[in-house]
T-cell receptor, first 113, second 115 residues
Framework: GQQVMQIPQYQHVQEGEDFTTYCNSS?????IQWYKQRPGGHPVFLIQ?????EVKKQKRLTFQFGEAKKNSSLHITATQTTDVGTYFC?????????????FGQGTILTVHP | ETGVTQTPRHLVMGMTNKKSLKCEQH?????MYWYKQSAKKPLELMFV???????ENNSVPSRFSPECPNSSHLFLHLHTLQPEDSALYLC??????????????FGQGTRLTVV
């Protein structure tokens, strides 16, 4: 079945440093979504990428979708303490997994002031 | 406030108890989902309902029984659970179910502890 792997599992940074999390799917995706979950909270949708090679920006966050539509990344520039939380990618399958949304394990980001 | 409301927020139950989790969405969405979130594991999709019809059951044990009386309400009935079922249970909704899917709106979850 479809698998979505996300690395790293944990990331500790000093405030002001950059952060990147990577997501890889075992199958080609129709789209990929990113979510953020604050400690004690619930996942909140950030963005959806659909096109091969797509790049989208939201202030300090940059999202990329690979050319083969099997991998994606989220990059945060100059992290702030408000960025702490767990970042999940969720791939919506193509092929035999058509339509199924599979979440990665998440990357837990800690930002030290 | 996400438009998806879950009750209760916290639940402690014995292994012989029967309880139900409730989810209500005020977004006019057609699809609703139950997810399980355990420590150090990815979000696990349990059930999918699209226009009140169950379209997916991800090999969930029968001690978990979903019910979707209408497109706005979703229940998860629990009975004879095991301690390993302790987790955060998240309800979500989206405008359309698979394959269209789209952005998922999550409720705040029910933190379940089985003793």
């Amino acid at each position: 079945g479809q698998q979505v792997m996300q690395i790293p599992q944990y990331q500790h940074v000093q405030e002001g440093e950059d952060f990147t999390t990577y997501c890889n799917s075992s199958t080609t995706l129709s789209n990929i979504q990113w979510y953020k979950q604050r400690p004690g909270g619930h996942p909140v949708f950030l963005i959806q990428l659909v096109k091969s090679g797509e790049v989208k920006k939201q202030k300090r966050l940059t999202f990329q979708f690979g050319e083969a539509k099997k991998n994606s990344s989220l990059h945060i520039t100059a992290t702030q303490t408000t960025d702490v939380g767990t970042y999940f990618c969720a791939g919506q399958g193509g092929g035999t997994s058509y339509g199924k949304l599979t979440f990665g394990q998440g990357t837990i980001l800690t930002v030290h002031p | 406030e996400t438009g998806v409301t879950q009750t209760p927020r916290h639940l402690v139950m014995g292994m012989t108890n029967k309880k139900s989790l409730k989810c209500e969405q005020h977004l006019g969405h057609n699809a609703m989902y139950w997810y399980k979130q355990s420590a150090k594991k990815p979000l696990e999709l349990m059930f999918v309902y699209n226009f009140k019809e169950q379209t997916e059951n991800n090999s969930v044990p029968s001690r978990f029984s979903p019910e979707c009386p209408n497109s706005s309400h979703l229940f998860l009935h629990l009975h004879t659970l095991q301690p390993e079922d302790s987790a955060l249970y998240l309800c979500a909704s989206s405008q359309d179910g698979p394959p269209m899917g789209g952005e998922a709106f999550f409720g705040q979850g029910t933190r379940l502890t089985v003793v």
